[in-house]
């Protein structure tokens, strides 16, 4: 897989000579395709026959030298691309998930076309602004182009598709505008597709340590600031929540910070995400059915990576912290045991009961530690962390737990206008109840009942009053909704919904 090179032309579309050029067709109020003056006898022609109307998700493939309307054009083949009814009542969260799953079936047709070069002849008839429109599509077409094939070593075959090389808008109209989405969506999908780059990596060769260095990698070429605490660091800070999780492992841990500081700036977000590369379970351990999986643990920090990278890009005007706790949860004589009281960082006591609930022990110290040292304006933490979430909303939706009703809006609506929907969770004293413990201040497990809440409760403790989400993700990290855009595997979550938060971020009161 190679980075899609995307460019906006003013030159005249017939000229483009690549593998594959997308033309968008639409529907009239009467389901009839809206004629546009390319194409227009043929169009006819197919509707006539009954194989095209310019329904979403349609296609039609042709070859524009036997096509009497396509004279002159000389691209190697043409899609006509059915994007329903345009204009009217749609919101825009819904025409931009619509342009990202356009953007993915152009990915599916050039992959099974094996078209490198191709080219989108830009015309639109929907409210949506055009650079929304664009930066949709482009993220669209460069998720859907996503594949992970770094380990096939002796498969690949000579002749196997490496990916779209270079997409090109024609627009004779708006290219600066179109150019200014394209850049933005090119931003945000490479984040989200380097933060599944991370995940589909396995155990053995994701541990703290590349995670560390990786973020390093980041702050070299994008000017954040980057600080690693190791074990000793770790030590000396108490913090006991990681140090305890990594008891069982041979592989040190790592607490990775990277900052964004603008020059000048009054508010301050701070992101957290869980970076555990490899959860068994510890002595709590988990049936073998399905435990490779658990190396996608570390979603939530590689979200946060990814989205650091992309504000990096962007540049905004408030300063961001990005957390993420690494280690992997392991199992051996020096495994912390079921019943073992630690103390996290800042004097909490916890009484652990159940080793697999490790990621809420780890992301502890992390929330107590930034909320002390950059006291934020708020924060926003991304974890795998229960599997209640899925039983209480599937696939389709990230759970959300908050002590602040606008924060939670403002992520909502960032879900909303990614594709990325969330639901929030409510969250109260009563919750708090359940993990209260007999020998130390709290325990880490609150029982089956509200278990996504009672994780969320005991994360709540960490923050103080500062206004704080908590987003789960364990049920859309991966296996997320099936989409043109997202491939089976990890699905790069959180990445595109923190990068449209922190943009959209407003000098705010919470
Ligand atoms: N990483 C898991 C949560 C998870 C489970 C993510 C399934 C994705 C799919 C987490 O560390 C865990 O094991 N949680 C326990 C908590 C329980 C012991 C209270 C769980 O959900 O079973
Ligand atoms: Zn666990
Ligand atoms: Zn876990």
């Known amino acids: 897989m190679t980075t899609i090179k995307f460019s906006a032309t003013k030159t005249d579309q017939a000229h483009f000579s690549g593998d594959l050029a997308i033309l968008f067709v639409y529907q009239n109020k009467n389901d009839k395709p809206v004629y546009l003056k390319e194409g227009k006898s043929f ?154 780059d991370m995940a589909n990596e396995p155990g053995n060769k994701w541990t703290p340590a590349e995670f560390a260095d990786y973020a390093r990698t980041i702050a070299k070429e994008s000017g954040l600031k980057c600080t690693v605490f190791d074990k000793k660091k770790l030590q000396s800070m108490k913090m006991g929540g990681i140090l305890s999780v990594n008891g069982g492992s041979v592989v040190a841990p790592k607490l990775i910070i990277l900052e964004h500081e603008p020059a000048k700036y009054d ?121 209640a979430v899925i039983i209480c909303l599937g696939h389709h939706n990230t759970g959300l737990v908050s002590n602040n009703d606008k924060l939670s809006e403002l992520l909502i609506e960032a879900g909303a206008r990614t594709g990325e929907p969330m639901w929030r969770l409510p969250l109260s004293k009563d919750y708090s109840k359940q993990i209260e413990s007999t020998v130390a201040d709290i325990k880490n497990i609150g029982g089956r009942e509200g278990g996504t809440i009672t994780a969320a409760a005991y994360l709540q403790k960490f923050v103080d009053d500062t206004p704080w989400a908590h987003l789960d993700i364990a049920g859309t990290a991966w296996n997320f909704t099936e989409k043109s855009y997202v ?23 919470l």
């Open 267 to 387: 508010q301050t977000i701070m992101l957290v995400g869980k970076g555990l590369t490899f959860d068994s379970g510890g002595i709590s351990l988990k049936p073998a059915a399905g435990m490779q999986d658990m190396k996608y643990d570390m979603c939530g920090g590689a979200a946060v990576l990814g989205a650091m990278k992309a504000i990096a890009a962007e540049k905004p005007a408030v300063r961001v912290v990005g957390l993420v706790p690494s280690t992997d949860n392991m199992i051996s004589g020096s495994a912390t045991k079921p019943g073992d009281v630690i103390t996290h960082y800042g004097g909490i006591t916890s009484e652990v009961i159940n080793t697999d609930a490790e990621g809420r022990l780890i992301l502890a110290d992390a929330l107590a530690y930034g909320n002390k040292q950059y006291k934020p304006d708020c924060i926003v933490d991304l974890a795998t962390l229960t599997g």
């Open 43 to 196: 169009l006819e022609s197919l509707h006539k026959l009954g194989d095209f109307a310019g329904k979403e998700g349609e296609l039609c493939i042709f070859y524009p030298e036997q096509v009497d309307d396509f004279k002159g054009y000389v691209a190697k083949r043409i899609c006509f691309i059915g994007c329903g009814k345009a204009e009217g009542k749609n919101k825009l969260t819904d025409s931009l998930e619509k342009y990202r799953k356009i953007g993915g079936q152009i990915a599916k047709t050039a992959k099974q076309y094996k078209a490198q070069k191709i080219a989108v002849f830009f015309k639109s008839f929907e409210k949506t602004s055009i650079d929304d429109f664009a930066q949709a599509l482009t993220e669209g077409i460069s998720l859907g182009d996503y594949t992970f094939t770094k380990y096939k070593k002796t498969s690949t075959k000579d002749d196997e598709f490496k990916g779209i090389t270079t997409v090109k808008y024609f627009a004779q109209d708006n290219s600066n505008k179109i150019r200014k989405g394209m850049q933005a969506g090119g931003i945000t999908a490479i984040a989200a597709r380097d933060a599944r």
């Open 487 to 509: 491939p089976k595997g990890p699905s790069g979550i959180g990445v595109r919904t923190l990068i449209d938060f922190v943009k959209n971020w407003k000098k705010t009161k």
